[in-house]
Nanobody, 117 residues
Framework: QVQLVESGGGLVQPGGSLTLSCKAS????????RAWYRQPPGKERELVAK???????TYDDSVKGRFIISGGIAENIVYLQMNSLKPEDTAVYYC???????????WGQGAQVTVSS
């Protein structure tokens, strides 16, 4: 059974950095994209960054220039490097793998990131 295992969350001061990682145990075929989502307290889950099978990378406007997604489809692990963190980045971060044929989304267990002084 495929599982996505996340690591790297924690507490960091404003302006600090953290790197999240997400490793898949078990093979996943027909991957369309790998992505990071986050769910701030009391809000809905939102897309943070995505990398597609052909290497197209997109970021939410709120993290452009501060976050970097790496480790694409061909690799078994994907990272989210988060720099210049702000209190509004506080959320539970989830990694996602979207596959096609049949369409399905795999999710990690979530990693808490808290940005506070």
């Amino acid at each position: 059974q495929v599982q996505l295992v996340e690591s790297g969350g924690g507490l960091v001061q404003p302006g600090g950095s953290l790197t999240l990682s997400c490793k898949a145990s078990g093979g996943i075929s027909n991957i369309v994209s790998r992505a990071w989502y986050r769910q701030p307290p009391g809000k809905e889950r939102e897309l943070v960054a995505k990398i597609t099978g052909i290497g197209v990378i997109t970021y939410d406007d709120s993290v452009k220039g501060r976050f970097i997604i790496s480790g694409g489809i061909a690799e078994n692990i994907v990272y989210l490097q988060m720099n210049s963190l702000k209190p509004e980045d506080t959320a539970v971060y989830y990694c996602n793998v979207h596959r096609a044929a049949p369409s399905y989304d795999y999710w990690g267990q979530g990693a808490q990131v808290t940005v506070s002084s």
